[in-house]
């Protein structure tokens, strides 16, 4: 069974630039949700979808923004990337049906560089 | 959302049993307690998840007071392997909002010595 799938794996661009990464959970999960993680503030939340309705968001500016489409695929995008943005983006999907565990299965990220 | 209080670091043998505690002061009635694991360069991995007294699996046990106010992730007989940062989620896993998976956190970085 595949895993979550997060594209690009790695990634450069200036200030300024947007970005996009794309994930692709595990076959049958409708929620997919999306996470920033950098050494000074460990592994935040960005926002959640759920069968292409976003039902969460954390506490970024509006430049971070996302959507899922219906074969539960997801996007992220990054507008004018700022140097603070250089983090490892990480894509979780999971069944989230009410009668699981609501386990998270995390892809292996997308590494991005703000120079 | 419940708050969660685990330490920064801790250093063990190989070969020992590691506790590591969570604090969640404010646990409301709906929430579980999960544990989740994370090497560098990786995504975390769930590693346990429990609601009260004691779970166990093939690789940890969680124990979880009648207050439900913290919970101990036990690892027995660690090895180099086990390296890595654990993180304690606490929220209402059948929430819609999937409440539970905003407080990863900083987690607690688990350093194995041969």
């Known amino acids: 069974k595949a895993g979550v799938t997060q594209t690009p794996r790695y990634l450069i661009k200036t200030r300024g630039q947007q970005v996009t990464l794309s994930c692709s959970p595990i076959?049958?999960?409708?929620?997919v949700s999306w996470y920033q993680q950098t050494p000074g503030q460990g592994l935040q939340f960005l926002f959640e979808y759920f069968s292409e309705t976003q039902r969460n968001k954390g506490n970024f500016p509006g430049r971070f923004s996302g959507r899922q489409f219906s074969n539960s695929r997801s996007e992220m995008n990054v507008s004018t990337l700022e140097l603070g943005d250089s983090a490892l983006y990480l894509c979780?999907?999971?069944?989230?049906?009410?009668?699981?565990?609501?386990?998270?299965?995390f892809g292996e990220g997308s590494r991005l560089t703000v120079l | 959302l419940a708050k969660t209080t685990q330490p920064i670091s801790m250093d063990s043998y190989e070969g020992q049993e590691v506790n590591i505690t969570c604090s969640h002061n404010?646990?409301?009635?709906?929430?579980?307690i999960t544990w989740y694991q994370q090497f560098p360069s990786q995504g975390p991995r769930f590693i346990i998840q429990?609601?009260?007294t004691k779970v166990t699996n093939e690789v940890a046990s969680l124990f979880i007071p009648a207050d439900r106010k913290s919970s101990t992730l036990s690892l027995p007989r660690v090895s180099l392997s086990d390296t890595a940062v654990y993180y304690c989620?606490?929220?209402?896993?059948?929430?819609?909002?999937?409440?539970?998976?905003?407080?990863f956190g900083k987690g607690t970085k688990l350093s194995v010595i041969p």
């Open positions: 979780a999907s999971s069944w989230n049906t009410g009668n699981d565990t609501g386990e998270l299965f």
């Open positions: 404010n646990i409301a009635t709906n929430d579980y």
């Open positions: 989620l606490v929220g209402d896993r059948y929430s819609g909002a999937g409440s539970y998976q905003l407080t």
């Open positions: 076959s049958g999960h409708r929620s």
């Open positions: 429990g609601y009260k």
